[in-house]
């Protein structure tokens, strides 16, 4: 890899986290993210896991400092410990190519006790596994068939495999709202982190997300009160906002694109599973990649990242009261 500049949007942001989709298939149908009966991208379609590193690789050399891992289910792609291991190897790395800063995983934990010792031995050190409650029965009814002790399993499986696990958990209203405080308890006392997220009009689903919006910023006044919370100055790299139990080391992460809009320091764009760029979550500017690796090799993929740059929007326009959703792909698609 040869030394370019660091990526800069038009707004004077510098880009330094991608997430990249390994897949768009998942063994879930959480109803909030997908509809029931989803199509998916046919095998041709897709980026071989080859293409993936190459193009992760030139964004590593343009200052990319964190990469993410998600889906679909990132599990589910045959062989992705491959791509775990050869991005892994650029974590700590020096010099004019650059390196990251920590390479992570968001998962479902449905395959965690299988793949939780590989993915240490390929270099990653932690990841987020998203679990939405630890009741059996409501568990089912969001993910449509899941079953929550084979995912705590995985948990499990994963912090004793030495991997740092942050819980991602989506605040529906009417669902799961009275289980948010019992779940950051259960976070305190497993050695778990917590991480709130507002749902975001995605792609069409079967149900009304007004009805399940829950604004985090209620959230937090209830929780400090049965919590001795505590700002935390924590960065992930990403958008949430940190506080810790005081007396230890669990942190409460909140991710809130409605209440607390958090684009003016935007730091991430997004690499979906058939090679398309997107430069915000919330909207559809897009370069596609696949094709112009494909076309022109490694060398067009610099003017190609520069052209994204001055199109990535200055926020996204999300309104879950909107009769449409913001764009019409899912979470799945664009990652997780």
């Keep these: 890899m040869t030394c370019a500049p660091n990526l800069i949007d038009s707004h004077g942001r510098t880009i330094s986290y991608l997430r990249i989709s390994v897949t768009d298939r998942c063994d879930l149908r959480c109803r909030y993210c ?31 400092r964190k990469i993410r891992l998600t889906g679909g ?19 700590g790395a020096n010099g004019a190519a650059g390196g990251l800063d920590e ?21 990653m050190r932690r990841i987020n596994v998203s679990l939405d409650t630890r009741d059996p029965d409501l568990f089912r009814y969001i993910t449509r068939h899941g079953d929550v002790a084979r995912v705590i399993g995985g948990i499990f499986a994963a912090r004793d495999a030495g991997l740092r696990v942050k819980i991602n958990m989506v605040a529906l209203n009417g669902q799961n709202d009275r289980e948010i405080a019992p779940m950051l308890a259960w976070c305190r006392d497993e050695g778990l982190d917590l991480t709130l997220i507002e749902t975001m009009p995605l792609g ?48 409460l992460g909140l991710i809130s694109p409605l209440t607390a809009n958090f684009c003016s ?19 559809d500017d897009q370069v596609d990649l696949k094709t112009i690796l494909r076309q022109q090799g490694v060398v067009g993929l610099d003017a190609a990242l520069d052209a994204a740059m001055n199109t990535k929007p200055e926020r996204h326009e999300f309104d879950i009261a909107a009769t449409a959703p913001a764009v019409s792909r899912h979470m799945s698609v664009t990652g997780g």
């Design 34 to 64: 997908m509809a029931e009966h989803m199509t998916f991208l046919p095998k041709a379609a897709v980026l071989s896991l080859e293409e993936m590193a190459i193009i992760a690789e030139r964004f590593i050399a343009r200052g990319i």
């Design 103 to 123: 390479l992570t995983m968001t998962t479902n934990g449905n395959h965690l006790v299988e793949h939780a010792a590989a993915l240490v031995d390929a270099g």
């Design 204 to 251: 069409a689903i079967d149900e009304d997300r007004t009805d399940r919006f829950l604004p985090l910023t209620a959230v937090l006044d209830e929780l400090k009160e049965a919590f001795p919370l505590v700002r935390d100055t924590h960065n992930s790299g990403g958008p949430a906002r940190y506080w810790r139990i005081d007396g230890s080391d669990t942190r």
């Design 265 to 283: 320091t935007c730091n991430r764009v997004r690499l979906t599973t058939e090679g398309i760029l997107y430069t915000c979550l919330g909207h």
């Design 73 to 91: 289910e990132p599990l589910v792609r045959r062989d992705v410990e491959q791509l775990v291991r050869r991005l892994g190897s650029h974590v």
